[in-house]
């Protein structure tokens, strides 16, 4: 009697188990802001000055006292010059000062009026707009306040992350070491690109994909290569590959057949849960652990789907997000974008789906023609993805969710 099929994972559940198995990377390193870019900060960055550190101004123009300009056409002498880094002297009453951006305002002053508004005469200025206090003052602490948190513990680290660590003096940040990943590629008809293609076999797309995602991401690769369809074979190489890695990552072998022997080969190194996905294309999705030495404990692993559209969907979805809780990232979801559909899809799946699509210059998403799973020119023609609900038919105009590539593979 054969045994009732498993049920249909939703993947949100199978991400939040995911996430939830994840154990962040305790040790940290520190680097420089210039080698920081991409890594997750291990600590909060809190600043021990004012930005900017004392009022200045936002315009070239004349700095002055508001009341010395009472109505427009007043005429009055420049008593000094400050360009940006110069300590200016108090200014004199009834007098102007020449100030240049980022130049500090002198004590004494309240307002700026912008260089359009005057008129040199001389060793004098003619202003013909009254101000207002604080007209073009950039308020000391303006941009941040003394004290105050700049960047928090598990932001990844953008480069406008590392110009306000810049702005406030920090010179170096504390960073969760990059996950240390092994990649794992099952299949005797896998052939490497420049070799012979024999009858049968195809070229191995997935081990330049999954490489450059796991890159991308910010990790340290080892490439184990192709494994021989046989499970001693496939378990030799997962035993190798779960020391000193903190993720093994696999595609394919991991359905039932006679020649798929990454799921006993990991049942028998580890733990293997095997998850059936509610999701089109990439519903075969495997997680578990290896056994490592007794100082590493263990290492997790996930089993993506052999087809390269759906490992890469998979990568994208599940060890994307993974990837940065092992970081300690504080966020790992990506919000999806709403756009309209240039597009009909009468014949929805059972399953969510994740449609390739591209925006037109309209903004709307363009479908590809075919979404088949072994097509991989699909991912290189779209921008995106459509996050797609279970039997929902798509009518040309309706609301998508749009997932832009251009996020997912930030990492």
């Known amino acids: 009697m054969t045994a009732p099929a498993s049920p249909l994972i939703d993947p949100d559940v199978a991400l939040q188990r995911l996430l939830a198995a994840a154990s ?100 004098a200025v003619r202003i013909n707009a009254p101000p207002k206090a604080g007209d073009w003052v950039r308020q000391r602490g303006l941009d941040v306040a003394a004290g105050s948190v700049v960047l928090a513990a598990g932001q990844r680290l953008r480069p406008q992350d590392l110009g306000l660590a810049a702005s406030v003096g920090v010179a170096s940040l504390r960073v969760r070491r990059k996950p240390r990943v092994a990649i794992v590629f099952t299949g005797d008809e896998l052939t490497m690109p420049g070799e012979p293609l024999r009858p049968g076999a ?96 263990e290492a997790a692993f996930i089993g993506l789907p052999g087809n390269p559209v759906s490992s890469f969907v998979t990568f994208l979805l599940f060890v994307r997000p993974f990837l940065l809780a092992l970081q300690g990232a504080g966020q790992t979801a990506v919000q999806t974008l709403p756009v309209r559909a240039a597009f009909d899809w009468p014949k929805p799946d059972r399953r969510r789906e994740y449609l390739r699509v591209r925006l037109n210059a309209q903004g709307e998403a363009e479908l590809f023609a075919s979404q088949n799973s072994a097509v991989l020119t699909s991912t290189v023609w779209a921008d995106g993805l459509v996050d797609n609900p279970p039997l929902h038919p798509i009518a040309r105009g309706d609301v998508l969710r749009y997932l832009p590539f251009s996020i997912l593979l930030q990492g």
């Not at 550190?53 to 010059?81: C, E, F, I, K, W």
């Not at 991401?217 to 779960?242: M, S």
């Not at 993720?247 to 799921?263: A, F, I």
Request: glycine share 10%.
């Open 24 to 123: 962040p990377i305790s040790e940290t390193e520190t680097l420089p802001l210039s080698s920081a870019l991409g890594r997750v900060l291990a600590q909060e960055v809190r600043s021990t000055i004012d930005v900017p550190p004392a009022d200045n101004t936002a315009m070239d123009g004349y700095a002055l006292r508001s009341a010395d300009v009472s109505a427009a056409g007043a005429r009055l002498p420049v008593s000094q010059r400050i360009p940006a880094g110069a300590v200016p002297q108090p200014l004199q009453p009834g007098t102007a000062a020449r100030i240049f951006t980022g130049g500090l305002i002198p004590p004494g002053a309240d307002a700026v009026v912008m260089q359009e508004q005057c008129v040199a005469e001389g060793d």
């Open 202 to 297: 195809i070229y191995n797309s997935n081990r330049f994909v999954i490489r450059a995602l796991l890159e991308t991401a910010g990790c340290e690769v080892t490439d184990f290569g192709i494994v021989p369809d046989q499970l001693e074979a496939t378990r030799a190489v997962l035993r190798q590959a779960a020391l000193g890695h903190d993720l093994v990552v696999s595609t394919g072998g991991m359905s039932v057949g006679e020649e798929d022997h990454v799921k006993p080969a990991v049942q028998a190194e580890g733990a293997l849960d095997l998850w059936q996905i509610a999701m089109k294309p990439g519903k075969p999705l495997a997680f578990g652990h290896l056994r490592c030495s007794e100082e590493q404990g």
